[in-house]
T-cell receptor, first 112, second 115 residues
Framework: KQEVTQIPAALSVPEGENLVLNCSFT??????LQWFRQDPGKGLTSLLL?????REQTSGRLNASLDKSSGRSTLYIAASQPGDSATYLC???????????FGTGTRLQVFP | KAGVTQTPRYLIKTRGQQVTLSCSPI?????VSWYQQTPGQGLQFLFE???????NKGNFPGRFSGRQFSNSRSEMNVSTLELGDSALYLC??????????????FGPGTRLTVL
C-alpha cells in the first residue's frame, strides 16, 4: 500500500531564504508526482507535475526533483516571499484506482 | 480559461438532512474526482467520474453518492448527514480518463458544516 509522507511538517523562515521541502513515498512504481499548494480554507493549486520519466520540473522560483529509486521528491523554493506562506502537498496516483494519495503536508510560514 | 468552479462555497446543515454539492470542471475536461478534507484524516478520495460513468469509489458509506452529466458537470450528494461529515469537499478535473494519472486541477471547495 502506497504511503506518502512529508518532512518537515511545519517550517517558519525569514523572507529571502531558499527552502527545500521533502516528500517520500513507499512504492517507487509511480506514474507521476504532483505538488500542490493550499492556502488556509481554500482549494489546491497545482504547482508542478513530474512524470516518472523526468528528473526535474521548474516553474519560476519553484523546482521539483524526482528520484524514483529512492522514493523521494523535493520541492525547492528560491528566494522565499511572505506570499509563499501556505501548506504544500505532494501526491501520487494510487495504482489502478485513479485516486491521488496525498502526503501529510508541510505548513510553510515566511515572515518579513 | 475558467478554472474548476464549485457551488455553493459554504453550507450549514443539521444532522439528518441531505445536501447536494456541484462541480463544473475546466472546459474540455471530462474527468471529475471528489475528495473530502478534514483536519484529522487529511484528503480522502470519494469517487471519480469520466463520461458520466463512475470509475472508482473510495471507502465511504452509501450515504455518499454522485453523478456526472453529459456536459461533464458533476454533483455529489450526502444523505442523512452526520456531524462527522463536516469537511471541505474538493472537486478536481483532468483532461483524460484515469484522473489521477493526469494533471489534476482543483476547485475552491465547498465548506460543509453539520450542526
Amino acid at each position: 500500500k502506497q504511503e506518502v509522507t512529508q518532512i518537515p511538517a511545519a517550517l517558519s523562515v525569514p523572507e529571502g531564504e531558499n527552502l527545500v521541502l521533502n516528500c517520500s513515498f513507499t512504492d517507487s512504481a509511480i506514474y507521476n508526482l504532483q505538488w500542490f499548494r493550499q492556502d488556509p480554507g481554500k482549494g489546491l493549486t497545482s504547482l508542478l507535475l513530474i512524470q516518472s520519466s523526468q528528473r526535474e520540473q521548474t516553474s519560476g522560483r519553484l523546482n521539483a526533483s524526482l528520484d524514483k529509486s529512492s522514493g523521494r521528491s523535493t520541492l525547492y523554493i528560491a528566494a522565499s516571499q511572505p506570499g509563499d506562506s501556505a501548506t504544500y502537498l505532494c501526491a501520487v496516483p494510487s495504482y489502478n484506482t485513479d485516486k491521488l494519495i496525498f502526503g501529510t503536508g508541510t505548513r510553510l510560514q515566511v515572515f518579513p | 480559461k475558467a478554472g474548476v468552479t464549485q457551488t455553493p462555497r459554504y453550507l450549514i446543515k443539521t444532522r439528518g438532512q441531505q445536501v447536494t454539492l456541484s462541480c463544473s470542471p475546466i472546459s474540455g475536461h471530462r474527468s471529475v474526482s471528489w475528495y473530502q478534507q478534514t483536519p484529522g484524516q487529511g484528503l480522502q478520495f470519494l469517487f471519480e467520474y469520466f463520461s458520466e460513468t463512475q470509475r472508482n469509489k473510495g471507502n465511504f458509506p452509501g450515504r455518499f453518492s454522485g453523478r456526472q452529466f453529459s456536459n461533464s458537470r458533476s454533483e455529489m450528494n450526502v444523505s442523512t448527514l452526520e456531524l462527522g461529515d463536516s469537511a471541505l469537499y474538493l472537486c478536481a478535473s483532468s483532461l483524460g480518463v484515469g484522473g489521477a494519472y493526469n494533471e489534476q486541477f482543483f476547485g475552491p471547495g465547498t465548506r460543509l458544516t453539520v450542526l
